[in-house]
């Protein structure tokens, strides 16, 4: 017994890895999911193709993503929302940095507007509850006008606002202080 020991443990080591890897595939494959403007979620498989539109296979079923038709989705872990900058913009993919009583959203814009390379800003826009959108890390903006959209946003929280006051002013200390926010009851 003691010669076939080793194979006996490898073999099933083995037999264990493969079959987490299986599970792993099967929940890998439906982890990302897509809602519609009804709050409907689906469940489905998110693909880009290199220059292509991105869009979701669910049920086998092609859906192109438009933030006209969807409200949220997630790829790879990471959650898109359907925003609309203005009433007189349509609406556009951004990423949900954080989500609750304050969400938290990363725009990337690209500038080509004038000679030269084309440059990209990551602005962060803040919104309490269904509020306007506010410019939040100072891009196209100043770190004045940022700071006084983060106490506007906070003010009902003096805890909050004290660490706003305390922490250097940078994103990880505007996530820090939306994400305590959103967990303070």
């Known amino acids: 017994m003691k010669k076939y020991s080793p194979f006996l443990l490898l073999l099933i080591f083995s037999i264990c890895i493969q079959s987490h890897s299986e599970a792993q595939k099967h929940k890998k494959k439906y982890n990302d999911f897509l809602v519609n403007n009804n709050n409907d979620t689906l469940r489905g498989r998110f693909q880009k193709k290199l220059f292509s539109q991105p869009y979701f296979i669910v049920n086998g079923k092609k859906i192109l993503l438009s933030p006209a038709s969807y409200s949220a989705y997630s790829a790879k872990g990471i959650v ?82 004290k660490k706003l006051d305390t922490l250097p002013f940078n994103p990880r200390s505007i996530q820090y202080i939306i994400h305590e926010y959103n967990i303070d009851k």
């Not at 938290?104 to 309490?128: D, E, F, R």
């Not at 906070?154 to 606002?161: F, Q, R, V, Y």
């Open 80 to 161: 898109f929302c359907s925003i609309r900058l203005s009433e007189a913009t349509d609406p556009q993919w951004m990423e949900c940095l954080e989500n609750g009583r304050i969400n938290l959203y990363q725009c990337v814009l690209l500038n080509s507007n004038h000679p030269g390379p084309t440059t990209t800003n990551v602005v962060w826009l803040a919104q309490k509850r269904g509020g306007p959108l506010l410019n939040v890390n100072g891009v196209l903006s100043s770190e004045a006008v940022a700071k006084e959209n983060m106490r506007r946003l906070i003010i009902d929280k003096e805890s909050i606002l």
